[in-house]
């Protein structure tokens, strides 16, 4: 929930195109089936996305500077392509508490969007200590210890190697996460077009 109705809990993004994500979700159902007990919190399809910085509550107000440093951190970029590839949990399979998909290809353009992105927004959310590690999260682990999560684990395991699809990145999103009626609702504030001058579109 936002902190009060003249701010928005945001945070910037990438999302993969619809057809990628349609097969995510198709794994994505055959591995629910093995979580019996409802040991994991999965993500919403629509909702599988690539955070490049959560910014937290951000004021009404602040919008129009968000806006132009995500102008300026985005303008020297140009199309890259990346491919969502692999299963991972973090911080280890051991204990897993976040299921992803892994995204591989052109990771230096992502990392250095990222940390012009970072860069650009020094007062908004925090600065993160860990390592960059580019991923779209499947779901939440509730119980590490529950048979249900440990059969997804090892599901996953097995299937270490599976392959999705790639995408040419060409934009990125400033996200409003609205927890109102107790589960995320994600709307688009605006997104940025990678193109020479760019490209801002407001929603």
Not at 22 to 40: H, S
Not at 99 to 104: F, N, P, Q, R, T
Not at 160 to 169: A, D, H, N, Q, Y
Not at 176 to 200: C, I, K, N, P, W
Request: aromatic share 8%.
């Amino acid at each position: 929930m936002t902190a009060n109705q003249n701010s928005v809990r945001a945070f910037v993004a990438i999302f993969p195109p619809a057809e990628l994500v349609e097969k995510i979700a198709t794994a994505q159902d055959e591995l629910k089936v093995r979580d019996d007990n409802g040991a994991v919190r999965w993500t919403r399809p629509t909702q599988i996305h690539l955070t490049l910085k959560f910014l937290g509550d951000v004021s009404s107000a602040s919008l129009p500077e968000v806006e132009r440093a995500l102008d300026g951190a985005c303008r020297t970029i140009i199309p890259f392509r990346l491919e969502a590839a692999g299963f991972g949990t973090f911080p280890d399979i051991r204990k897993p508490r976040v299921l992803w998909v892994g995204l591989e290809g052109d990771l230096e353009s992502l990392q250095k969007l990222a940390t012009q992105i970072s860069s650009a927004l020094p007062m908004f959310g925090r600065q993160e200590e860990q390592k960059f590690h580019p991923h779209l999260t499947l779901g939440r682990v509730r119980d590490a210890s529950d048979v249900s999560s440990r059969n997804v684990v090892a599901a996953m395991a097995n299937r270490s190697r599976e392959r999705f699809g790639e995408w040419e990145v060409s934009e990125v999103h400033l996200m409003q996460s609205d927890l109102s009626r107790g589960a995320a609702e994600y709307r688009r504030v605006f997104s940025f077009t990678f193109q020479t001058g760019g490209d801002m579109r407001r929603f």
